[in-house]
């Protein structure tokens, strides 16, 4: 039986106004970043059960039971508050477990976690991704940032691999192509620092209980992660080293 890896967020709504002349409307969609990720995760033997930023919002698992069928979670662009804020409490006042909290005891109970960058992960833009606020970041082998913490780069920068022996860059060769931006943060002293980029931590794991946990500081698709980057080589292998890795 295939490792369920649960994927959240990395997902968004836009609404859009086009004004001509005098006459103007508006018209709405709606967006996913994959077609790079879900197939690496797929490809590396795992099945890849997506949750969308919406509807984690009331469908993340609220119960250790549940969030222990999967062998690790992925949070991609997905602010604290989609977990913090069910729809029955911001409107109704009801109580429910808190899922960061539950997220952290999974990792300590053996579960693994990855924190991919962008808007709403980290902290993101105007600090709302809020994650450092929370139980999660106990068990990030980094310590975020309470503000903005965006860096980005439209000149493209290079990651540095640090320790190329770890088991996560197995089978990686050559140089990076370039990223147009990640999220900053800085490493905690118990984590390994397998790869860096602008002189802060671009890939780095730690361990924490029973579970293993990491982080790409970086986006899993553009537009901090350019075409070169998403259609490179080792694109799904690197993905798919990293995962094995926090599920053992």
């Known amino acids: 039986m295939k490792k369920k890896i649960l994927f959240v967020g990395e997902s968004w709504l836009a609404t859009v106004t086009e004004t001509k002349g005098f006459n103007s409307f508006s018209a709405s969609k709606y967006e996913t970043g994959l077609g790079w990720i879900d197939k690496a995760i797929e490809n590396a033997g795992y099945e890849f059960v997506y949750m969308p930023s919406h509807v984690a919002h009331d469908h993340f698992p609220f119960t250790m039971e549940e969030l222990e069928e999967y062998a690790c979670v992925v949070l991609s662009d997905v602010g604290a508050d989609t977990l913090l804020i069910p729809t029955e409490t911001f409107s109704a006042g009801k109580m429910f477990p808190n899922r960061c909290q539950l997220l952290k005891d999974y990792v300590l109970q053996g579960g693994g976690l990855l924190m991919i960058g962008g808007y709403m992960t980290f902290n993101g833009i105007g600090g709302q991704g809020k994650w450092w606020a929370t139980p999660v970041q106990d068990v990030l082998p980094v310590q975020l940032l309470p503000y903005d913490d965006r860096m980005e780069h439209c000149e493209g920068v290079t990651p540095d691999v640090v320790l190329a ?18 999220n900053k943060s800085t490493l905690k002293p118990e984590a390994e620092l397998v790869a860096s980029v602008c002189g802060d931590p671009f890939i780095a794991f730690g361990s924490y209980g029973e579970g293993k946990t990491a982080i790409f500081s970086s986006d899993c698709s553009p537009h901090w992660a350019p075409p070169e980057f998403c259609d490179w080589k080792y694109y799904d292998l690197l993905f798919k080293n990293i995962i094995d890795y926090v599920t053992k």
């Open 165 to 182: 022996d770890h088991p996560s860059m197995k089978g990686i060769e050559g140089t990076w192509p370039r990223i147009l931006g990640y």
